[in-house]
């Protein structure tokens, strides 16, 4: 069993509890976000991707040396259960929309035509009561936080994405790195704690490692 007694005044599993979490892709984003919300206390979380864990993925995903050439979501439910005691479900599928939603929404997808599908479903989706989408590359990280059912977030949000073609294309060995992976899954787990009270969103938060600059917009 695990033992909050030192988060309580900060979040307690009672906060929690009620709160269902789908985290889409759980490459360098997805995987420690996925960690952090379990270590936290979520019970309810569910996973989605297709991908097996390559030698790659080790230096800035959270997956070991065993995990190599397993389905990504697999090896992270052992690994839920090996540091959170905790169970999350595991759908090694690629989200292609078709699937329902509900809750809270966590993309850690890293292309735009795979953050447009999950918009689309999440837009105006009365299920969804929160979108949460994340974005890294190289030690920049940008977090936006939405309520997909306000017209004026989705009109921002929105505004917000692009083509694939338009993206700036970072050189092969300059494109992630572990660190900038746990601080974008801390602020994502930030985001959803913040939720959990009802406390404002940062609608978008931006940091920069390499400058160490943030900003936050709400």
Same mark, same amino acid.
């Given at each position: 069993?695990?033992?909050?007694?030192?988060?309580?005044?900060?979040?307690?599993?009672?906060?929690?509890?009620?709160?269902?979490?789908?985290?889409?892709?759980?490459?360098?984003?997805?995987?420690?976000?996925?960690?952090?919300?379990?270590?936290?206390?979520?019970?309810?979380?569910?996973?989605?991707?297709?991908?097996?864990?390559?030698? %790659?993925?080790?230096?800035?995903?959270?997956?070991?040396?065993?995990?190599?050439?397993?389905?990504?979501?697999?090896?992270?439910?052992?690994?839920?259960?090996?540091? #959170?005691?905790?169970?999350?479900?595991?759908?090694?599928?690629?989200?292609?929309?078709?699937? =329902?939603?509900?809750?809270?929404?966590?993309?850690?997808?890293?292309?735009?035509?795979?953050?447009?599908?999950?918009?689309?479903?999440?837009?105006?989706?009365?299920?969804?009561?929160?979108?949460?989408?994340?974005?890294?590359? #190289? =030690?920049?990280?940008?977090?936006?936080?939405?309520?997909?059912?306000?017209?004026?977030?989705?009109?921002?949000?929105?505004?917000?994405?692009?083509?694939?073609?338009?993206?700036?294309?970072?050189?092969?060995?300059?494109?992630?790195?572990?660190?900038?992976?746990?601080?974008?899954?801390?602020?994502?787990?930030?985001?959803?704690?913040?939720?959990? %009270? #009802?406390?404002?969103?940062?609608?978008?938060?931006?940091?920069?490692?390499?400058?160490?600059?943030?900003?936050?917009?709400?």
């Amino acid at each position: 069993m695990m033992d909050f007694w030192r988060q309580l005044d900060i979040v307690s599993p009672e906060d929690l509890a009620s709160l269902r979490v789908t985290v889409i892709g759980v490459g360098g984003i997805g995987s420690p976000t996925t960690l952090a919300l379990a270590k936290m206390g979520i019970r309810k979380i569910i996973v989605y991707d297709d991908d097996k864990v390559e030698s %790659h993925n080790l230096p800035n995903q959270f997956y070991k040396k065993t995990d190599l050439g397993v389905l990504k979501v697999c090896a992270l439910a052992n690994l839920v259960d090996e540091f #959170a005691n905790a169970t999350i479900e595991a759908r090694a599928e690629r989200f292609d929309g078709s699937q =329902e939603l509900s809750g809270v929404v966590v993309s850690g997808v890293d292309t735009m035509e795979a953050r447009k599908l999950i918009w689309t479903a999440v837009k105006f989706n009365p299920s969804v009561q929160l979108y949460i989408e994340g974005r890294m590359g #190289a =030690e920049i990280a940008r977090i936006n936080t939405v309520s997909p059912t306000d017209p004026k977030c989705v009109k921002w949000y929105e505004s917000t994405l692009y083509t694939d073609e338009e993206a700036v294309e970072a050189l092969c060995t300059a494109r992630a790195i572990i660190y900038c992976s746990l601080m974008t899954a801390a602020l994502v787990a930030n985001q959803v704690k913040k939720f959990a %009270h #009802a406390d404002p969103l940062a609608r978008e938060i931006i940091v920069d490692l390499l400058t160490l600059s943030l900003i936050v917009n709400y």
